[in-house]
């Protein structure tokens, strides 16, 4: 076995005592159990593509998992779809449960899980939307302009979620999105192709 397999960042484990300290169990088990049923539903599909894990990073941009192998757009598309699907998945659950077992911890993580999935089919990276978008547009226009047209759509994303966000906070609806916008922004990364040694969803 790989030696370093895990990686955590200080940034992430700066907001890993933050949670533990301004949150109730209940909360973080909230937050928590969304981003588990997240990145299973990418492993289990890294294992039907045949595809090696070669480690995991947890940074302030996410969860990152390393993996390589050959597939195709298809292929990596699948893969990038399976975390924010196993999360709409786990949403539906957990609403389910939380009204049959009055449990309002459930109906807080399966509101944040649906939140988080669909946030991330947004096509910019570094989200799977964006990894999906990437992969497509590499497949059908070549690696060059793929990466081209996915920073710029990417930056477009970002930037309207910014101006939204804006928007709302000068209606006192808070600062959620513009910090996620923020978030979107600093971390777009550019000439995310296909075929690479390393692949990180």
């Not at 790989?2 to 109730?24: D, F, K, P």
């Not at 995991?56 to 993996?67: A, D, N, P, Q």
């Not at 600062?175 to 692949?199: C, D, H, N, P, S």
């Amino acid at each position: 076995m790989r030696e370093n397999r895990l990686h955590v960042s200080a940034g992430a484990i700066l907001c890993g005592a933050a949670l533990y300290y301004l949150s109730t169990p209940e909360e973080a088990a909230a937050l928590l159990l969304p981003v588990v049923c997240h990145e299973l539903g990418h492993i289990v599909a890294l294992a039907i593509l045949g595809l090696e894990i070669r480690g995991f990073r947890v940074e302030l941009k996410g969860f990152c998992i390393e993996y390589g192998g050959f597939t195709g757009a298809a292929g990596h598309s699948f893969a990038a779809a399976a975390g924010p699907l196993a999360g709409i998945s786990y949403a539906l659950t957990a609403a389910a449960l939380s009204s049959r077992l009055d449990m309002c911890w459930l109906a807080l993580s399966s509101g944040i899980s649906l939140l988080l999935s669909l946030f991330n089919l947004l096509p910019a990276l570094p989200l799977d939307g964006g990894r999906i978008f990437s992969a497509l547009a590499c497949a059908f226009l070549g690696e060059r302009a793929g990466a081209v047209l996915t920073e710029a759509v990417g930056l477009a994303v970002g930037a309207l979620l910014l101006s939204a966000g804006i928007l709302l906070m000068l209606h006192g609806q808070g600062i959620a999105l513009t910090l996620a916008a923020i978030w979107l922004l600093f971390y777009q990364e550019a000439g995310q192709g296909i075929v690479k040694m390393r692949e990180m969803i």
